[in-house]
C-alpha cells in the first residue's frame, strides 16, 4: 500500500512545485477538460513509475477487455478511461480525476463471479460518467481555484486511502476532505444505480452487485478487515442496499457462467502473488481433497509456481491436465509455451507462438513473447517484420516500441532506436523524457530523409502538447 500513496504525494508535490493551480479558466473554480487531461495524464505518469503496479499483460487486457465491454454499454460509450492495477491485496477501486481507475489485486481475488468484479468496474465507470468528482469540485464555489487544486489532490488521496489522506491534506482542511467524502456517499446511490444498468446491458447478472456487498461483508469479518479503504470511499449505508435491492427486482434472473480466462487471471495473480511456497502447499492440499470452485484456476496456479520454482515434470502435468480437461484458451498456450521456453525448446516455443498468433492475432501476450524470443535467438529481421505487423493496432503501446528500440539497436540503426525510445516515453505519459528521447533521434545522423522529417514533425508534435499543459494560463 505504502509504494502506491507515496505516488499521490509526489504527486500533489508535482502539482503544487509547478503552480498547477494557475492553470485554467479564473473566473469559474471549475477544472477545465484541458486540465482534465493533464491530470489524468500525471496520474498514469506517476503510476506508470510505480513497482506496485502489475504490468502482467495477460492480466491487463483481460481487466481493459472487461472494461470495455462495459464502457460500450454505459453512459458515455465514447469515453476514453484509463485503468490500472494495484499490487495490494486489499478489496478496493477507486476512480479518479481525469478518467482513470485503479483496481486493487485484492478485488480479483476477493470476486467471486466474474459479475461480482464487473459490477465494482461498473460502479466507479459510473462516478467517471457522472463526472462525480469534477463536479463535487466545481460546488466548491467559495473554495478559490487554488484550494480547489489542493482539494483535488486530497480528494485523490483519498480516494486511494483514506487514511493516509487525513495525516496528508496538503494545505486542505481535514474538515473539507470530510465534506468531500460526504458528497461522495451521496453520489453512491447514483453510481450503483447506473452502474447496475450497465451491469445488466453488459449481459452480466445485476445480482453481481448485492453478492459484492457480501463479499465485502465476510472479507471484512475474516480476513482481517481487508475490505475498509473501499468502504470509507464508498461507504455500504442500509439505505443505499435497500435501494439496490428493490432496483435488483426489475431485472429477470440470469445464470451466468463466468469465463475460464477470469479463473485463470485469478489463478495467475495467485502465483504470482504472495509467499509462493505457502500457496503452492494450500494448492496442492485443495486439490487433493478437492476443495475449491474451479480446478483448472487450481491447477493453472500451480503449474505457474512449479515453473517459477523449475520443477518442470510436475509443471508439465498440470499444463496436460488443463489442456486435457479445460476448454482451449490462450493463456493455457502461453502457459505452455512459457514451459518450452524455460526447458530452452525455443525452436518449439516459436512454432506454437506462431500458429497461435493465427488464432489470436491481437493477442498481445503472444506478440511480446514472439518478438522477445526472436530477439534473443538473434532474428532480429523476424522481430520487426512482427512488430510492425502489430504497431497499428497497438498504436499506444509503449512496450511495443520499447521491442522496436531493442531490434534496432541491434541492427545499429540510431535514429530508429531512438525514435521509438521516445514514442515508448510518450505513451508512458512521461513527455519530458519523450522530447529529450526525440531529440537525440534527430542528432542521431544516420536516417534517410523521410525518417528524419517524420521525427522532426513528432517532437514538434510533443513540444506543442506541452506548451498546451504548462502555458494554458
Ligand atoms: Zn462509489
Redesign the pocket.
Known sequence: MRKILLIFIFFSHFVLANNLPELGDYSSSKISENDEIFIGRQILFQVNQSDSIIRDIEIKDYLDLLARRLINVSTDPTKRIEFFIVNDSSINAF?MLGGVIGVHTGLFLAANSESELASVLS??IA?INQKHISRFLAQQERASYQSTFVMAIALLLARSNPQLASTTMAGASAGSVQGALDF?RE??KE?DRVGIQTLNNAGFDVRGARDFFETLKKANQFSGGAAPAFLQ??PITSSRINDIESRLKDFPYKQRIDSQTFHYVKGKLKALLGDRSDTKNILEENIKNKIYINEGEERFALAYIYLMNNEFEKSQEQIQWLFDNQKTNPMTSQLYINYLTKIKKFTEAKKLYEENLNYYPSNRSFVYGLADLYLKTQETEKAIKLLKKNVRRFSNDPILYKLFAKGYSNQGKKLLQYENLAEAAYYNFNLQEAIIRMDLAIKANDGDFYQKSRVESRLKQFQRERQIYTNNK
Request: glycine share 0%; proline share 0%; hydrophobic share 20%.
Open positions: 476512480a460502479h466507479e462516478h461522495t453520489n453512491e453510481a470511499t464508498h
